[in-house]
């Protein structure tokens, strides 16, 4: 399993057209084979800070994912609404524990 997790800070003129575009990735991107889990949810207190996690089953579902249509209009929408800052990183292997 692949972990997708990190933050994304949106200038603040632009938190409604990221909120926006999320919400139609989050639809796409859960419906894609190898998705296990997909969220892109605005932190509390921190109107232009996003948080991203991600879980999917392999290398191949993420790299696909990268290549799907809503990917490009998704991309497109941050740039529209301008990225301040980007710390996404990608983490390998490993079971889920239940805490």
């Not at 692949?2 to 909120?19: F, S």
């Not at 207190?45 to 579902?61: I, K, N, S």
């Not at 249509?69 to 301040?84: D, E, N, Q």
């Amino acid at each position: 399993m692949l972990i997708v997790t990190g933050v994304i800070e949106i200038a603040a003129g632009g938190v409604e057209l990221a909120r926006a575009a999320a919400v139609d990735m989050v639809a796409e991107t859960l419906n894609e084979p190898g998705c296990i889990l997909y969220e892109f949810s605005q932190v509390l207190g921190q109107e232009t800070r996003f948080r991203v996690y991600e879980e999917w089953q392999d290398l191949a579902a993420l790299e696909a994912h990268f290549a799907t249509p809503h990917m490009g209009r998704f991309r497109a929408a941050l740039a529209k609404a301008g990225v301040v800052s980007r710390e996404v990183y990608r983490r390998e292997g490993g079971d889920k524990v239940l805490l």
